[in-house]
């Protein structure tokens, strides 16, 4: 049984990772009614998501190691606080240039909630309650990841999309209070010093290749517009991998991944959200733009995968910190990859229940199977002092590697989304969800009831 303490840290965890999870899947089907009111095609629907991403992505680790340093609570506070003030530019956006830049405030805060949210889950709870309680976490943020497109398409159809912004504001509030009745945390916070450079170096890093990957259809590779961003942004990783070595405070610690889970699981971690913010673009996009389905349509249908999701994920939480976490992280991601291989029986008619459907109840049981255990696999490989930032370079590889598979449609779909494009990108999908199974299978490693 959970204490009054440890099911507030659980509330309080949730709220704050929902909050940024299901502000990065609500733009979704929210895209064609955005573009239809500011202006712009896909390259624009592109930069809306990932500018979102950028941020996030690229903040998330120091963001981990401010909640290291600082405070987790002081931290979330900050991240809501900052989150409130940036949907309500993004809700009065007069321009796409000016929601882009919105949406990477946005995403500046966003990074301040979710490492800081998971760590306070690995410090409050232990051993086979924390992989349970982990698996309530990814019910229910996986819920937020997916409820976006259902919440977004009732939002665009029966009033409008910038109210998917304004909505955030209720579980901010809600989270504020509930924050305030945590009790102090035991240990003092450690000030220390933060590594900006790298920082800065992550953001050029992955700035320079996304530019270059959403742009490139427009100029071609060899221009000096996509060539010269591509090569400082390749230079800028470089750099700072060369620089979190030399470091004496690096916001990325790359000792961490000597440790065989840790490591295995974020290169699983990259394959499956890769291929999770890839399917989800692409079927929200997909069904209105070419099945002329509502924004709402739109949103339910990714709503199976939603149920299963809430209702399935808890015991297969639980179940990893009896069996471990291998057997699950190599059937859940095979089970989802077989699930968009049967959608590319899809035609023109777009047909939900007979060419949709089938793949998506897989889609969701595939994910329900893997997400908690992949996250137990994860942060159970490091020490609990650790949790923050473990946490965050977690999040920063899922949130990249959603950001670089988004970023990368065009190589594989051009300049538009059809019917063709859409089944290269199912095949596209089914092919990350099948390396991180496979990683899985070959890298992960039963940890011993003492570890």
């Known amino acids: 049984m959970m204490t009054k303490e440890q099911r507030l840290v659980l509330c309080v965890s949730i709220l704050a990772s929902f909050i940024a999870f299901l502000d990065g899947s609500v733009i979704n089907v929210a895209l064609p009614a955005i573009s239809a009111e500011l202006g712009g095609g896909l390259a624009s629907q592109q930069w809306i998501v990932d500018s979102y991403l950028i941020t996030l992505g690229s903040l998330i680790l120091i963001a981990g190691s401010l909640s290291d340093l600082f405070g987790r609570k002081k931290i979330l506070a900050v991240g809501l606080w900052g989150f409130a003030l940036s949907s309500i530019l993004c809700a009065v956006a007069p321009t796409n240039e000016f929601l882009i830049v919105a949406r990477a405030l946005q995403g500046v805060a966003g990074a301040l909630l979710v490492p800081s949210s998971l760590a306070l889950i690995i ?12 698996g309530i976490w990814t019910a229910w943020t996986g819920m937020a990841f997916l409820i976006g497109p259902l919440l977004g398409g009732f939002l665009v159809d029966f009033s409008s999309w910038r109210y998917i912004f304004a909505i955030n504001l209720i579980p901010i509030v809600a989270t504020i209070g509930l924050l305030s009745l945590l009790k102090p945390e035991k240990r003092p916070p450690r000030i220390g010093k933060v590594d900006y450079i790298g920082a800065i170096l992550c953001t050029a890093g992955l700035g320079g290749p996304v530019y270059a ?8 590779w060899t221009h000096p517009l996509i060539a010269w961003p591509l090569f400082i ?18 916001m990325l610690p790359l000792d961490l991944f000597k440790v065989r889970n840790f490591f295995i699981g974020n290169m699983a971690t990259i394959a499956i959200y890769g291929g999770l913010s890839l399917a989800t673009f692409l079927i929200s996009v997909f069904t209105q733009q070419v099945g002329h389905y ?32 291998r057997v699950l992280m190599t059937i859940g991601p095979l089970i989802a990859s077989l699930g968009f ?13 007979t060419q949709l459907f089938p793949g998506v109840l897989l889609f969701g049981l595939g994910l329900a199977v893997t997400v908690a255990p992949l996250t137990s696999a994860v942060l159970g490989a490091i020490d609990k ?39 290269s990108g199912l095949i596209v999908t089914a092919a990350l969800l099948l390396a991180g199974g496979l990683l899985s299978a070959a890298g992960i490693r039963t940890p011993r009831p003492n570890n």
């Open 233 to 250: 942004g390749i230079l800028s990783l470089v750099l700072l991998i060369w620089h979190e070595r030399r470091t004496p405070k690096p």
């Open 123 to 134: 410090a409050a709870f232990s051993g086979e309650k924390q992989s349970r309680a982990i």
């Open 213 to 220: 990957l959403i742009e490139q259809p427009h100029y071609g």
């Open 385 to 423: 002092e650790q949790a923050g930032i473990g946490s965050a370079i977690n999040n920063a590889l899922a949130r990249v590697a959603g950001l670089l598979a988004i970023a990368a449609l065009g190589l594989f779909i051009g300049s538009e989304l059809t019917l063709e494009s859409f089944k």
């Open 341 to 353: 291989i049967i959608m590319l029986r899809v035609d023109a008619s777009v047909h939900y229940w």
């Open 294 to 325: 509502t924004a709402l349509e739109a949103g339910l249908s990714l709503l199976p995968v939603t149920i299963i999701m809430f209702l399935l994920s808890p015991r297969f939480g639980s179940l990893a910190g009896k069996v471990g976490p």
